[in-house]
Each structure stands twice: as C-alpha cells, then as structure tokens.
C-alpha cells in the first residue's frame, strides 16, 4: 500500500489489555458495523448496540448509565447542558393543544423557554406557585399534560411539596417532571416521590469544578423512554466524550465534594442569619426558609446554593456595592464548583410576587476556607451602610 493509504488503513497492532482505573475517553462520530446487512443508524444503542457517535460513545453511555444508577432510573440521556435537558422534556412530553404548568421560582431560562418557546408551538403555561402542594389539583385542565417542579427553586428557594404534587397530577393523567440540580440527584429521590423525569445540570455538583456543561433526563416508566429517546436523537442533542470523561471523574469525588459543601454552606448561611443586616437566610435546611419541614421530610441532606433577604432599608444599589466589595465570593452564575460566588438579584421576575421576592443576594459557597469567607463577608457587610 501506499504510505498514503497506510495514514488512514494501517496494520500496527498494539497490546491489548489495558486496565486502567478510569473510563477511557472514546471519541468518534462514525461507527464501522461488520456487515451490510448490521447496518442501522437506530438511537436504541443499549438495546441494538453501537450505531452512531451522536447516540453516545462508550464514555458517555457510561456516565448516563452511572447517574442512572445514581437516581434509580431505568435510562438516562446525556444532553450538552442542563437546559438543553430542560428543552429536551418539554419538547417531548408537551405538543400543540397542551397545557403545563410551571412553578414561579422556575429557572429563568426554563421560564423563558416555556413562554418563549413552547407557546410559540401551542403549550398553554400557566405559572403556579411554588408553595402551593396538593392545591395544584385546582390548576390541572384536562388539557394538562406535564407539571414541572423545581425543589428548592431558583434565587427565593421555596422547597416544593414533590409527593402532594405527583398525586394530583398522576390523578388528572399529568406527567411531572423535576429539576432536581440542587440535591445533585443524590440527596432527593426523585423517582421514590413519584417524579415521572427528572433532570440535572450535570454542570453543577457532577461536573463540580466549573469547567464543563452537561445535562441528564432520567426515567423510570419505560412507556417515556420512545418518546424522549426519539426527541432527543431528532434534535442531535450530542455530549463531547471529553465533557462526559470529566464528568466520571467528577462523579468519584462528588461524595466528599458535597459532605464538604454542606457543612461550610450552613455554617456560612448560620452565620449570616444572625446578622443584624439581614432579614432572613433562604436556605432549605434553616426554619426561615419556605418549605423547610418538606425539606426535612423528603431530602437527606443541603448542598452549596441559599439566598439572603437584607433588611428592607437597604437599596439595590446597596446590595451591589456590597456583592463588588467582597474579595473571595466572585461574581457569576452557575453554581456547585469549588469557587464562592455571589449574584445580586435585583427582584426576580414572578407572576406572584410576595415581599420575599424583593432585592436578594445569592450565594454558592465553594471549597475556601470557611473562616475566610466569613470575614469576607464581614468585612464587605462593615461596608454596606457607607
Ligand atoms: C436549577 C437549574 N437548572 C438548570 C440549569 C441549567 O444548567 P446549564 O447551565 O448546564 O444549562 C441551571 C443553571 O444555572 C440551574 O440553576
């Protein structure tokens, strides 16, 4: 052969046997099949075997099926985010002539989805709030296909009642679906409270160090498994096998990371609850948190997200200041990596506002020192009045 031809078809054998203690990083788009006649470009890969890079290399399958097994589904799909997961779920349980129902805490890009997007594609939504537990019975129309929950929920933390909110729905024939990021699929179980699909921003606590993007949806009933899978082949929802390695990596620590996080994110959020500054911590394992007794009910553990309610003298503007004091808590979104940060939130937009839901600041606490970062905040708290 020509040396040409020998760059792509070439006879060097290597040894076999490698064993390594950590999955390899398979990449590759096209898949060789032995046969003409096994050739499909079928998505089913766990049942019909590999077809197609876009449907997942070894290393993706591997961390679906390991957060699957983390959660108790019976399959998981690797989306490139967590809202890609978001949209994925609407777009395969929802179609024109629907209607859902969301909970007002939701994630602000699910929310603007749902507006933005899937009554743009005929969904009827409706935003319900949060606290509401079994009264959602008097929101689901016949209509109603899919209730969303989000517990706690973004910014004003509000722990949702899951169970009371699965048995109206299942009642009326609603599918539910939870973001269940905040307890990083571990210290809620979704499918035990009855959550029919559940979804995670991989990019939080899995992924655990704010370098990458992934998202999960898991299921249990197998009557979902056609219609997700279907959905999210059709819109060629791809993981990068790199993204999806550091994920598995992130997967062997996420015990302790989270063990870590809990105990400096409630000494951190104690502390501020009893400062004179501020009105009251949104933490879901603190009493002054919406939801709290479902919380101590449903979850096994808090991870790293709260918000703070400052006293009402204090202005926006004040707020902002004191975020742009702080020396250790960056500023940014996102959360579950090992970095503090802090987002001001000037007032988040809900269809039903309570006093709560003025200015907050939003905390994740990361791997500092938790001494440190409580003078951090003493020292840009000593500021806030100036
Ligand atoms: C509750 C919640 N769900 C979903 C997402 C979306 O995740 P991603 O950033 O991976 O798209 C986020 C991100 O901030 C989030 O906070």
């Given at each position: ?13 290597i ?142 933390m ?9 048995a ?18 571990v210290h ?89 500054e ?7 394992a603190l ?13 096994t553990g808090?991870?790293?997200?709260f ?80």
């Amino acid at each position: 052969m020509d040396w040409k031809t020998k760059l792509i078809h070439s006879d060097v054998e290597i040894p076999s046997g490698f064993r390594a203690l950590v999955p390899p990083v398979h990449r590759g788009s096209t898949v060789v099949f032995d046969s003409a006649a096994a050739m499909t470009d079928d998505w089913r890969q766990d049942r019909v075997g590999y077809t197609y890079g876009l449907y997942g290399t070894p290393t993706a399958m591997e961390l679906a099926a390991r957060v699957g097994e983390l959660e108790g589904a019976r399959h998981t799909f690797l989306t490139p985010g967590g809202q890609a997961a978001i949209a994925l779920i609407w777009l395969a349980l929802t179609s024109a002539g629907d209607h859902a129902l969301v909970p007002d805490h939701v994630y602000g890009p699910n929310r603007v989805f749902a507006r933005r997007v899937m009554r743009r594609f005929g969904v009827a939504v409706d935003f319900y709030p949060p606290t509401i537990g079994a009264g959602i019975a008097e929101w689901i129309r016949d209509e109603t296909k899919l209730v969303w929950c989000e517990s706690p929920g973004s910014i004003t933390m509000e722990v949702q009642d899951v169970p009371a909110i699965v048995a109206a729905a299942h009642e009326r024939g609603a599918r539910v679906a939870l973001d269940n990021t905040y307890a990083a699929g571990v210290h809620f179980d979704a499918f035990a409270h009855g959550v029919d699909v559940s979804m995670q921003a991989l990019t939080k606590y899995v992924g655990g160090h704010s370098d990458l993007l992934l998202g999960t949806v898991s299921l249990r009933d197998e009557s979902l498994y056609e219609p997700i899978g279907r959905t999210h082949a059709g819109i060629g929802f791809n993981a990068s096998p790199d993204d999806c390695s550091l994920a598995l990596r992130g997967l062997q620590t996420l015990a302790v990371r989270l063990d870590a996080l809990e105990r400096s994110t409630l000494e951190v959020a104690r502390w501020l609850a009893a400062r004179p500054e501020v009105e009251a911590v949104l933490h879901p394992a603190l009493p002054s948190c919406p939801g709290h007794e479902i919380w101590r009910r449903d979850f096994t553990g808090s991870t790293s997200v709260f918000s703070v309610v400052f006293d009402a003298r204090y202005t926006g503007a004040q707020l902002e200041a004191f975020a742009d004091a702080l020396q250790l808590f960056e500023l940014g979104y996102s959360w579950g990596g090992v970095t503090s940060l802090v987002v001001p939130v000037p007032g988040p937009p809900r269809d039903h506002a309570s006093p709560r839901m003025r200015s907050l600041v939003r905390f994740n606490v990361g791997l500092e020192s938790t001494a440190d970062l409580i003078a951090d905040l003493e020292q840009a708290l000593g500021r806030l009045g100036e």
